[in-house]
DNA sequence: GGATGTGAATCCATTCACAGCA
DNA sequence: TGCTGTGAATGGATTCACATCC
């Protein structure tokens, strides 16, 4: 293998690939092949191929990738070994339903911080968190929390930004609507439900 | 302006560019340059001008694109001119969220039917919307309604996507884990919280 | 035989550079 | 002069086809 860029969208399909492989049906074989894989994700195989190949000669060939082996190599790219805590900024309806999520366990992420504006949140307990205000984000380098889920108004969401970053968060999934500005060595991946929703009418027959 | 297949990314980036107008402050002037608007959405000039021409000549050279027109076309090309409705799979924990979301107004799209499996919560009002059960969706065709939002637990994704399917849903926004299979004249967009923030730590500094 | 890993080819999207118009 | 609209150039990602290895 020569080197090569690892491309992003390569980076978001290995989640995906590491939840086809626990959905697939032990039926008694160690192994699984990119074809079969593919199936199961609907994607195609080369891809799934090439996707591996960037992080070396995983596979046997004539065999296909150890089930085992597989999952451990993508949960070693990925830094998925060990548990991650997650702050969540925002405890208003969207932030409330992602602290319930139950899909992020599977990945070894876990929200254990909530940070809110509103006073009248702030101390309450939930599922063994206690919510604190917002001006605590800086303790967070401390705690070794690099992983902020933001559930804010877009108004306050630069300012917001700001502090986590100054706290040494490294990683930010935006849920707000607006375009974050952060240093290079911060990632942010943006979720924009309303931009989402908005583009299903154009799909649509005209006058549906 | 020759034929060219509109790329998907540019319709992702349309309802971007609505927002970005309606954030503009009003100086006065009645035109906004790509310059200008790329600055806003921290795109960059060429793209806004290449995504707004494949729909022909709607600005002025030497003056820019007068901001109600280009509003106008825009919410024409994504079909946002008239309200659409839209019906909530799944009053769980995030759909309960996305019922009382705001960031749909702006685009027009509202959410005015709820259909859930749980017995226990059939047949309550919330926000005036009383919530049905899903073997009722069926009569989604007869009420004009053409997309969907789908939160429930992947095992019944495409159980209740065929379901969607075949009332003539056309547009279907996709927060389970699973892929959906439909025909070619429907369109899914995907929304996977969870593998969404599982890249996140590929991305930190080893070891944080 | 059967599957991987990968250069080459293709496809798609972004960016550039500039002709043309107000 | 200033800005749009667009062919051409670039860049990135997917797909193909096949050499290679178990």
Redesign the pocket.
């Known amino acids: ?2 080197y090569h ?1 690892v ?4 980076i978001r399909r290995l989640p995906v690939y590491l939840r086809g492989l626990c959905s697939f049906p032990n039926n008694g074989s160690h192994s699984i ?3 079969q894989l593919a199936d199961i994700l609907h ?5 799934v ?2 996707d ?2 960037y992080f070396g ?9 150890d089930i085992q082996k597989l999952t451990k190599h993508i949960r070693a790219i990925l830094q998925l070994n060990n548990v991650h805590c997650a702050a969540l900024v925002g405890y208003g309806n969207l932030g409330a339903a992602l602290l319930k999520y139950t899909g992020f366990g599977t990945f070894c992420i876990e929200i254990n911080t909530v940070f809110e504006k509103d006073p009248r949140k702030i101390g309450r307990v939930v599922r063994n968190i206690k919510i604190e205000e917002v001006s605590k984000i800086s303790s967070l380098s401390k705690r070794g929390i690099s992983i902020a889920i933001l559930a804010i108004p877009a108004a306050e969401s630069q300012d917001v930004t700001d502090k986590l970053v100054n706290a040494g968060v490294g990683g930010i999934l935006n849920f707000t609507s607006s375009y974050l500005s952060v240093p290079a060595n911060v990632k942010v991946i943006n979720i924009d439900i309303g931009v989402s929703l908005a583009c299903l009418p154009y799909y649509l027959p005209v006058g549906a």
């Open positions: 293998m020569r860029k491309p992003d969208e390569t092949s990119s074809q994607v195609k195989s080369p891809q191929r090439k591996l190949s000669d995983i596979g046997t060939p004539g065999v296909g990738y």
